[in-house]
């Protein structure tokens, strides 16, 4: 996609300005010479070119966290650990930057209008900066490979130190231009934050990395030995018949819904030296068992023990998800081997994001979404999954065929609940209309002070428009309407007290101020003595107000202040939420509002009714609530949870912010396999980092 015109000075300004104080950062180390740093910078302004002049998504060498494909090649010994180095370093200060290196990229892709920009691409990321140390090393020529070793660690210290001072001060850079954060539920790039729906290129890549990854730590493998596109890592190098009976094993390990061997008491399985681990004593425990090819008797060299330990960290990363309950994990744990056979036979589980098994476990996940995490087996959700996971291990064979079908069977379980929840709407919907009409009165009377301050009243009487006067119109619509006499007296008191300041030259006008200065004076005291302000505040305004009139039938006609700009309201940004309470009956209705009204936002919103969001409202706890209704005049969401007992009405503005800075996220549409593989590959990344 183009980039906008009016942007070339932007992007220009930004990399001169990320080169300059790169080398300054460089040069307060003292880590490396005036030349070495040129080359580092050299090194970073050619990455940023490069993504600059990039419209195209990358293949996984250039989307994978840092981890590029392009380093596991047969490269010299020590070229090869000096590039897995760098990526690993990477990596770690992708990890440590956190948020202003989110907001960083948030900002590029507004910038470059590149939705698909993955978040390991960002122009002045840490990326960019691995590319300058390894130009560094490139053009030095020389040195031993423990001395870039050592200096590469000494640079990561001092790199995490300070990189997130310098990507704030992009942020600010970009940020003063006009550059806002792309709301991240349209980013589409690979690693983005799980806020927003998840693509499935990125689980692409990131089952490629794992595998990558796996490849490289074999002995002796050969260039190109894993290759997805020709077989993936089911390839086999076992003999057919070790195969066929590692699949029969498994086989009967499945019919036993465990892990243990079945045999009868006194006998030996004859499969057991192929499985050692997995026929020990206590093999069961509470916590999932993960199958890994060194417990299967798999040799290393062979690459089904890539297929199998894929599989195995991904698997492990959900069983670690602190998110999923613990009912839902013994049910994915039960499909192991399912799926394990599955990838035995059918290497396109890797490549095809839209495989039946992978599919199977996104809908289990996504018919669990906002259960309690300590939800009972016995919970309708769980059994129905329990039996539909047991339908699935009884069937025999290894194709898709039975994932499909119990595809359906989970599709309906999550409609069906869908629409149950939405049915409780109809439980809340008096309290949400109560909120509406609130909800539209706060914007009525925000329009009339907004009208009122454009005619630039003196500065004391600003404030009390604003605040004052604002608290008593809301009380009095709240409890007369917005349209009833009382509500039109307060409306009227303003008009009035601002034209009794106006000069007063002839002698009708003097008559009237005389005549109507009572009546708004009466109203005035009526609105502060309903809001409870305090009377030395009220006599004081009064007084002001006393002031300002007698000014008036003194002054003659004059222009003084015709042409003065009109006073805006102040700016009010959405702040923390306000936690209030509807109830009536038994039925209530928490609400989360902006601590002053707040209009809501002009673009669509990145959620639909039925999707399930997680958010922190108020309180500083995260609850996860289905999106049971919209209002149509304020688009105020009501969210709703009858398994926590949670039930909220959200201020559009609220939401909206929370979504764009990662406070909240949409858990819907997201894939369970794909998050998995991108925790599993992060974490493999730091490991090796570590060793």
Request: glycine share 8%.
């Amino acid at each position: 996609m183009a980039i906008h015109s009016d942007s070339f000075d932007i992007l220009r300004n930004c990399r001169a300005l990320f080169i300059r104080h790169l080398g300054a950062l460089l040069q307060d180390s003292h880590l490396v010479s005036g030349p070495a740093i040129a080359a580092i910078q050299d090194g970073a302004g050619a990455y940023f070119d490069e993504v600059i002049a990039t419209n195209k998504r990358g293949n996984f060498a250039d989307e994978v966290n840092g981890l590029t494909a392009s380093r596991i090649t047969l490269l010299a010994e020590d070229d090869l650990e000096l590039g897995i180095r760098l990526d690993n370093l990477t990596a770690r200060l992708f990890d440590n930057s956190g948020d202003s290196l989110w907001k960083l990229h948030l900002r590029f892709v507004t910038l470059l209008r590149r939705p698909e920009l993955p978040k390991s691409d960002n122009p002045v990321g840490p990326k960019g900066i691995c590319r300058g140390l390894d130009s560094l090393f490139a053009a030095a020529g020389v040195g031993s490979l423990d001395d870039k070793l050592n200096l590469l660690d000494q640079f990561e210290a001092y790199l995490r130190q300070n990189l997130p001072a310098l990507y704030t001060e992009l942020n600010a850079f970009l940020e003063s231009a006009g550059i806002d954060t792309a709301q991240p539920a349209i980013v589409t790039a690979p690693g983005g934050p799980t806020s927003a729906r998840e693509t499935p290129a990125a689980a692409g890549n990131a089952l490629e990395g794992l595998q990558q990854l796996l490849a490289a730590r074999l002995p002796a493998m050969s260039q190109g030995v894993v290759s997805t596109a020709s077989g993936g890592a089911a390839a086999s190098l076992l003999s057919q018949s070790a195969l066929e009976q590692l699949m029969f094993r498994l086989e009967a390990l499945e019919r036993m819904g465990r892990f243990g061997p079945p045999v009868l008491p006194g006998s030996t399985p004859a499969g057991e030296p192929m499985m050692p681990a997995l026929f020990a004593d206590g093999s069961v425990s509470e916590t999932p068992k993960i199958i890994r090819s060194g417990e299967l008797g798999i040799p290393k060299t062979a690459t089904e023990s890539i297929a199998i330990d894929t599989l195995a960290m991904i698997f492990e990363a959900i069983f670690s998800d602190p998110e999923l309950p613990d009912a839902l994990k013994a049910i994915i744990s039960s499909l192991q081997i399912k799926v394990l056979k599955m990838a035995m036979k059918d290497s396109t589980l890797f490549t095809d994001n839209t495989h039946p098994a992978r599919l199977v476990l996104d809908r289990m996940a996504q018919a669990a979404l906002g259960l309690p995490l300590d939800v009972s087996p016995r919970h309708p959700v769980c059994a129905r999954l329990f039996e539909l996971a047991s339908q699935l291990r009884l069937e025999p064979g290894s194709d898709q065929g039975p994932f499909a079908t119990i595809l359906g069977d989970l599709d309906a379980l999550i409609a069906g609940r869908r629409e149950q929840i939405a049915a409780e709407a109809a439980r809340y919907q008096p309290l949400l209309e109560q909120q509406d009409r609130q909800d539209t009165l706060a914007t009525r009377v925000a329009q009339i002070i907004r009208d009122a301050l454009q005619k630039n009243p003196p500065e004391p009487v600003s404030r009390f428009l604003d605040g004052t006067w604002r608290q008593a119109m809301l009380q009095i619509g709240g409890e007369a309407g917005p349209d009833s006499p009382p509500w039109r007296e307060y409306a009227a008191a303003i008009d009035g007290l601002l034209w009794s300041f106006l000069p007063k030259t002839a002698a009708e006008d003097r008559k009237q101020l005389a005549q109507r200065v009572p009546l708004i004076l009466r109203t005035l005291k009526a609105g502060m003595e309903r809001v409870g302000l305090p009377t030395g505040e009220q006599e004081a305004f009064l007084d002001t107000c006393f002031q300002l009139q007698t000014q008036a039938l003194r002054a003659t006609a004059s222009a003084d202040n015709a042409d003065a700009p009109p006073v805006e309201a102040p700016f009010r940004a959405p702040g923390l939420p306000v936690r209030r309470q509807l109830q009536s009956g038994n039925v209530v209705l928490l609400t989360f509002d902006s601590p002053e009204p707040h209009s809501p936002p002009a673009r669509a919103p990145a959620y639909t009714p039925g999707d399930w969001i997680s958010a922190t409202l108020g309180d500083g706890e995260a609850r996860t609530g289905m999106i049971a209704h919209i209002s149509p005049t304020t688009q105020r969401v009501l969210l709703l949870n009858p398994e926590i007992g949670f039930a909220a009405a959200v201020h559009p503005a609220i939401l909206d912010r929370q979504l764009r800075d990662g406070s909240a996220e949409i858990r819907s549409g997201r894939s369970l396999f794909d998050l998995a593989a991108q925790r599993a590959l992060g974490q493999a990344g730091k490991q090796s980092g570590d060793s």
